[in-house]
């Protein structure tokens, strides 16, 4: 059963940081797919930030500079880190994952994000 636990959301002010995880469990990131996606309030769901199974990243214009995605191999853990934050970051991120082998998409539950002045 596959299995993805965000952590690390919360509340912060703007040009603050904050540093997103997700742990899964019964899918590799180290040979699928991978990434973050945002929802914000009365938005559409958007993507921010993938990590491929060979190590590229791909990001939103919105977060390019500011954001990174990171994966440890060892732990079965993927990043997101987040700098100099803005109240339009606020939203409820989730971890996605592809599977290679099956094409089915798993999700993380989400986690919230607000930046607040």
């Known amino acids: 059963q596959v299995q993805l636990v965000e952590s690390g959301g919360g509340l912060v002010q703007p040009g603050g940081s904050l540093r997103l995880s997700c742990a899964a469990t019964?899918?590799?990131?180290?040979?699928?797919?991978a990434g973050w996606f945002r929802q914000a309030p009365g938005k559409q769901r958007e993507l921010v930030a993938l990590?491929?199974?060979?190590?590229?990243?791909n990001y939103a214009g919105s977060v390019k500079g500011r954001f990174t995605i990171s994966r440890d191999n060892a732990k079965n853990t993927m990043y997101l880190h987040m700098n100099s934050l803005k109240p339009e970051d606020t939203a409820v991120y989730s971890c996605?994952?592809?599977?290679?082998?099956?094409?089915?998409?798993?999700w993380g539950q989400g986690i919230q994000v607000t930046v607040y002045s």
């Open positions: 990590i491929t199974n060979n190590g590229l990243t």
């Open positions: 019964g899918i590799f990131f180290s040979i699928n797919t």
């Open positions: 996605y994952s592809l599977s290679s082998a099956s094409s089915t998409p798993y």
